[in-house]
């Protein structure tokens, strides 16, 4: 007799004891009670014939074959909140919730006034917002619609091209008022540098740019965008942000950007199978038409980028 494969609650009291650590931490995260989560642990344990825990004094420790099913179920879990989110909706026009995933930095510091708007347009659809630097994937159903800042390649997603955004060098003001201005790329030798830590993306991006650039010349390195902005905002140096980001600061003064500048495109995807959705619908075009100026507005030659350091 072939298997019965085993409920989705199991996994899902299984998942819970994987990311809290404990029976406990798990029976708060779903709102059971400690020996029901106890059980159902069990029960899949039983179902599939494999030890997922060790027990012992100071708690569960989740074995090799435990650690080998978490991507399985992590996958259940977003297929399990897709499908929820679907229903949510169905039968109105817009209503509903739609889950959003973009990048730290765009998320935090360009989407919510963007969503904002979209909100009171339509009240009635909760937006959700995942901000990872890690694309989420849109076929396992962790996210409705994902903002990128590069090419979508799954077959399945439905992607359009937004624009780009351009990339240069900025200080704060209190950091230029203690060193003077570089007037050449070369003079960045004697500044306080901010920048990536172990991704060895923008060390490539900067050497296409005929820029070359090492950990160690770095006074303050972070692998997270928002907190390379965070840093230059503090004073503490020279870093690489977003045009249209550093517009809406004042205190960003733009630094060599006649002789360095990047640019990355804007993608918006979704899930082919979401396009019949009106509610998702909405706001990907919503997002199609914000994110196109923001776009505009984060080019070299776009409006605003004409301040110095004596502005």
């Known amino acids: 007799m072939a ?87 169905e039968g109105a026009d817009d209503r509903g919730t739609v889950r959003i995933t973009a990048s730290v930095v765009m ?57 780009k955004v351009d990339i240069g060098l900025y200080a704060h003001r209190r950091y230029l008022k203690e060193r003077p201005q570089p007037l050449r790329l070369q003079e960045l030798d004697s500044h306080s540098l901010i920048g990536f830590d172990r991704d060895p993306l923008p060390a490539q991006m900067l050497a296409k740019s005929g820029v070359a650039v090492t950990r160690e010349q770095l006074a303050f390195r972070c692998d997270s965008d928002h907190a390379q902005l965070a840093a230059m905002r503090a004073g503490l140096g020279i870093g690489m ?6 517009r809406h600061d004042r205190n960003l003064v733009p630094v060599l950007q006649s002789q360095l500048c990047l640019s990355l495109d804007v993608w918006l995807a979704m899930h082919s199978d979401l396009r019949n959705s009106l509610r998702i619908k909405l706001l990907f075009d919503h997002l199609s038409s914000e994110l196109s100026e923001y776009c505009r507005t984060s080019c070299r030659d776009g409006p605003g980028h004409s301040r110095s350091a004596k502005a």
């Open 241 to 246: 942000v977003q045009l249209g980001i550093a």
């Open 107 to 163: 998320g935090g510091e360009v989407l919510p006034s963007i969503l904002a708007s979209f909100h009171r347009r339509h009240p009635e659809i909760q937006l959700e917002l995942v901000l990872t630097d890690r694309n989420q994937d849109l076929l396992r159903g962790d996210a409705d619609v994902a903002v990128r800042m590069a090419r979508p390649t799954q077959n399945a997603l439905i992607a359009k091209r937004i624009g």
């Open 3 to 89: 298997k019965r494969t085993p409920d989705w609650h199991l996994f899902r009291s299984f998942l819970a004891v994987i990311r809290e650590g404990s029976l406990s931490g798990a029976a708060r995260a779903l709102g059971l009670t400690q020996p029901t989560v106890g059980r159902q642990v069990n029960a899949l344990e039983e179902s599939l014939g494999v030890t997922l825990f060790t027990r012992s004094l100071d708690g569960l420790a989740p074995t090799d074959t435990a650690l080998r099913l978490v991507g399985s179920a992590e996958a259940m879990a977003g297929a399990a909140e897709a499908a929820q989110r679907a229903a949510s909706g």
